[in-house]
Structure formats: structure tokens, C-alpha cells
């Protein structure tokens, strides 16, 4: 099974940046999607970007443009670079992670999820 632990969240300005990790350790396979969730309060989970194995990426459109997913094989680390952030990015954010290849932003289809970390946009 996957273990994920997020870390690098806190408090910006809009038009800051911030940039968020996922430690991933566990792997059993050489198939994975590794996703960013974000949920603000009183909003549903909401998918925000993936990497798979192969390097893959997809992102939401709201943050296309802005964010950039990108993988650490060494390392067992994906990390989510976001810039030109909004008050609208304030949220939990949370990486979750299965072994299959498709990066569903369904969170139905994620067996491993991280704790979770605030992300906090504003002046």
C-alpha cells in the first residue's frame, strides 16, 4: 500500500507562490497516478492536477497555466509548483494515489491519501 505525506503549505499573498510536496513511499507496482485534491470550506474535493508513471500530466482548468506537477523518481516526491496564486486557491490540499494509470479526478477511484495541508491565500 501507498503512504503520502504532504508538506510545504502556509500562508501567501495573491500573485505569491507556493510550492507543495507529496512523499510517496510503498510502491508495488510500476503503474501509479499520483493526483492533487483540494477542498475549500463548504466545497466538494475537487481534482487539481496528476502524474502517472510515465509522466503524464493533467491539470484542472481553473489551474492551467498557473500550477505545474512534476515528479522526483530518486526521491519518491511530486511536487505541485503554484504561482500566480488566488484567494479562489485557498483550500486543504491533499495527494492521493492508486495503481493505475488514468489520473481519474474522481477521489472515488483512490485507495491512499495523504493528511492533508492548508493552503491560505490572502492579503
Known amino acids: 500500500q501507498l503512504q503520502l505525506v504532504e508538506s510545504g503549505g502556509g500562508l501567501v499573498q495573491p500573485g505569491g507562490s507556493l510550492r507543495l510536496s507529496c512523499a510517496v513511499s510503498?510502491?508495488?507496482?510500476?503503474?501509479?497516478?499520483i493526483t492533487w485534491f483540494r477542498q475549500a470550506p463548504g466545497k466538494e474535493r475537487e481534482g487539481v492536477s496528476c502524474?502517472?508513471?510515465?509522466?503524464?500530466?493533467t491539470y484542472a482548468d481553473s489551474v492551467k497555466g498557473r500550477f505545474t506537477i512534476s515528479q522526483d523518481s530518486a526521491e519518491k516526491t511530486v511536487h505541485l509548483q503554484m504561482n500566480s496564486l488566488k484567494a479562489e486557491d485557498t483550500a486543504i490540499y491533499y495527494c492521493?494515489?492508486?495503481?493505475?494509470?488514468?489520473?481519474?479526478?474522481?477521489?472515488?477511484?483512490?485507495?491512499?491519501w495523504g493528511q492533508g495541508i492548508q493552503v491560505s491565500v490572502s492579503s
Open positions: 492521493a494515489g492508486d495503481f493505475f494509470t488514468s489520473c481519474p479526478f474522481r477521489e472515488k477511484y483512490y485507495s491512499y
Open positions: 502524474i502517472n508513471n510515465d509522466g503524464t500530466t
Open positions: 510503498g510502491f508495488s507496482s510500476i503503474y501509479y497516478s
